[in-house]
């Protein structure tokens, strides 16, 4: 089993950066996806960003796209979001996952997920 832990989240002005980072328990297998979610109140959990196995590839969502930027570091099975220029649409609890499956956006499709990062961007 994985256990993904989250940290980096807090309060930040609009405008302002924040980097969240996601550390797996154990080293990941060599097929997977690293995916980034969030939830605002009320809302449906959505993707935000991934990175696959796949050659490193990334995706994210168009809300996101320019903005936030997805890395990882194998050596430290570590993944973290780069968010800049930050708004209030932006507040939700930031939850990091992974799935077996080399590239998907699907949140039905990854098996573990961290407990969630509180992310508050004030006006």
């Known amino acids: 089993q994985v256990r993904l832990v989250e940290s980096g989240g807090g309060l930040v002005q609009a405008g302002g950066s924040l980097r969240l980072s996601c550390r797996a328990s154990e080293p990941t297998f060599s097929t997977y996806s690293m995916g980034w979610f969030r939830q605002a109140p009320e809302k449906e959990r959505e993707f935000v960003a991934l990175?696959?196995?796949?050659?490193?590839?990334?995706r994210y969502s168009d809300s996101v796209k320019g903005r936030f930027t997805v890395s990882g570091d194998s050596s430290r099975n570590t993944v973290s979001l780069q968010m800049n220029d930050l708004n209030p649409e932006d507040t939700a609890v930031y939850f990091c996952?992974?799935?077996?499956?080399?590239?998907?956006?699907?949140?039905?499709?990854?098996?573990?997920w961290g407990q969630g990062t509180q992310v508050t961007v004030s006006s």
């Open positions: 996952a992974w799935s077996n499956v080399a590239w998907t956006t699907d949140r039905r499709q990854f098996q573990y």
């Open positions: 990175l696959s196995s796949r050659g490193g590839l990334t």
